[in-house]
């Protein structure tokens, strides 16, 4: 059994979507995959809980893979509110939700191994190669940040996938150190920042198991749909995620995911359907 962490609202569901399949296609062992939610409505109108419908459409399909997979979703509106609400960093580069996986060790049916992925990723091989790593010394294992190694130091580590331990986070404290940075001193990014500088032991792993930018490696395990910086014509930024499939395929010129999009593009059709059925009736 592989244990992952998800985290968002109903917006994410495409991500989670796309990630799921591609991940529950492309390995034998069973996975149970939480999904750390919440209402911060007071925030932004669209920041509500992803929907017990869309869980439910979510544990069909991965359970169509393997029935001993599950989705599991989880309201932590109410500790959230405790530890970071109107905090320094609410406002943070991306959502409040980026915040949620700091609350990991505050839930007690967490397991005492953890996959932490952003929404935005595919698997393009088995994640068990990740998964079963051994990290039994370390806090966590992590791939380097693409841009922050070269401007902020050379272990500095990107957030997206965190491989977790949680036996030993808690042993060092470092998500209750990583909470009180976040409540106390203003990040630029958040809590990648709160993480890194609150580690006391990591494992840096190769790039493919967070690949930020290169879409089509054939050895790459975990792809991750991130921000990009372009120099040309002109600097500037993009940011295509992989559920854009028109741009997933015209811009990035990424073809590695066409079965699992493919397949996402009839599931997302058949959920729509079922929504606007029940609507009707």
């Not at 007071?42 to 544990?59: A, G, K, M, V």
């Not at 580590?157 to 404290?173: F, P, S, V």
């Not at 198991?209 to 749909?225: D, L």
Request: charged residues 30%.
């Amino acid at each position: 059994m592989m244990n992952l962490l998800l985290c968002g609202n109903k917006k994410v569901f495409d991500g989670a979507l796309t990630e799921l399949i591609s991940i529950t296609n492309k390995t034998k062992e069973s996975i149970t995959c939480y999904i750390f939610t919440m209402d911060v409505s007071r925030i932004n109108p669209e920041y509500t809980c992803i929907e017990d419908e869309q869980i439910e459409f979510l544990n069909k399909v991965v359970k169509s893979k393997n029935e001993d997979n599950q989705v599991i979703k989880i309201d932590v509106t109410d500790l959230y509110e405790k530890e970071f609400g109107k905090c320094k960093n609410e406002g943070a580069y991306c959502t409040p939700y980026t915040l949620l996986r700091l609350l990991a060790d505050l839930i007690p049916e967490m397991p005492e191994k953890l996959l932490y992925l952003d929404i935005d990723m595919m698997a393009n091989d088995d994640i068990s190669k990740l998964y079963n790593i051994d990290i039994s010394e370390y806090e966590y294992a992590a791939v380097r940040e693409k841009y922050g190694s070269w401007i902020i130091r050379r272990d500095y580590i990107n957030a997206g996938m965190l491989l977790l331990n949680m036996n030993k986070i808690k042993e060092t404290g470092l998500l209750v150190k990583a909470r009180n940075l976040i409540k106390t001193k203003k990040m630029l990014f958040a809590d990648q920042d709160a993480i890194f500088w609150s580690t006391t032991k990591k494992l840096l792993l190769p790039r493919i198991y967070n690949e930020q930018g290169k879409f089509n490696k054939k050895e790459t395990v975990i792809c991750h749909f991130a921000k990009r910086l372009l120099w040309l014509p002109y600097p500037h930024t993009e940011n295509y995620k992989q559920w854009q499939v028109e741009e997933v395929h015209k811009v990035l010129k990424c073809y590695a995911f066409d079965k699992d999009l493919e397949e996402y593009m009839k599931l997302k059709k058949e959920f729509e359907t079922q929504e606007e059925r029940k609507i009707l009736i």
